[in-house]
T-cell receptor
Framework: DTAVSQTPKYLVTQMGNDKSIKCEQNLGHDTMYWYKQDSKKFLKIMFSYNNKELIINETVPNRFSPKSPDKAHLNLHINSLELGDSAVYFC????????????FGEGSRLTVL | KQEVTQIPAALSVPEGENLVLNCSFTDSAIYNLQWFRQDPGKGLTSLLLIQSSQREQTSGRLNASLDKSSGRSTLYIAASQPGDSATYLCAALYNFNKFYFGSGTKLNVKP
């Protein structure tokens, strides 16, 4: 039973379209994250939610909108997709605090044509 | 500003060698330091987590150490195997659940 699962695994779409990625965790964690991994494999935090409340919102275009219906789910919606949005998007979760171990999903590879 | 650096970016060793991967961080006020492994096209798998009050953690052939005063962590891999080939990333956890990642070391263990 996958701990952090995200769907879809692959997205190929045209510029200007809107797309969503869904994430669910069954670990009982109170914090969930979205990370972006670029072509150079660098991981950058985009958003973090703690108990459904947004706590981290890095410098991300407002075309990206996260939504957390409950603490086990964190979805990412992207409007008006651009070429530069092509990347792998990872969902992750953890408990808050010193012992917070981060667990990742398998990633969603987005290709914008 | 918190920054995490990993050197070298790539490392190639013959099978059986012991090796050390390095991770340095600029702000010593970390909550914990975590090492991950990433295989091509896959997500990150947690290997070891060292809390700020700890000095090291061990799992099988892996040993991770943490020296907050010098801003360094090392991942020691004993008797490396071709199956260890992957990218290894470290991440430092700071306040407000902020994890900062290094850019990774790509390890190739040659048979």
């Amino acid at each position: 039973d996958t701990a952090v699962s995200q769907t879809p695994k692959y997205l190929v779409t045209q510029m200007g379209n809107d797309k969503s990625i869904k994430c669910e965790q069954n670990l009982g964690h109170d914090t969930m994250y979205w990370y972006k991994q670029d072509s150079k494999k660098f991981l950058k935090i985009m958003f973090s939610y703690n108990n459904k409340e947004l706590i981290i919102n890095e410098t991300v275009p407002n075309r990206f909108s996260p939504k957390s219906p409950d603490k086990a789910h964190l979805n990412l919606h992207i409007n008006s997709l651009e070429l530069g949005d092509s990347a792998v998007y990872f969902c992750a979760s953890s408990f808050t605090g010193e012992s917070g171990e981060l667990f990742f999903g398998e990633g969603s590879r987005l290709t914008v044509l | 500003k918190q920054e995490v650096t990993q050197i070298p970016a790539a490392l190639s060793v013959p099978e059986g060698e012991n090796l050390v991967l390095n991770c340095s961080f600029t702000d010593s006020a970390i909550y914990n330091l975590q090492w991950f492994r990433q295989d091509p096209g896959k997500g990150l798998t947690s290997l070891l987590l060292i809390q700020s009050s700890q000095r090291e953690q061990t799992s099988g052939r892996l040993n991770a150490s943490l020296d907050k005063s010098s801003g360094r962590s090392t991942l020691y891999i004993a008797a490396s195997q071709p199956g260890d080939s992957a990218t290894y990333l470290c991440a430092a956890l700071y306040n407000f659940n902020k994890f900062y990642f290094g850019s990774g070391t790509k390890l190739n263990v040659k048979p």
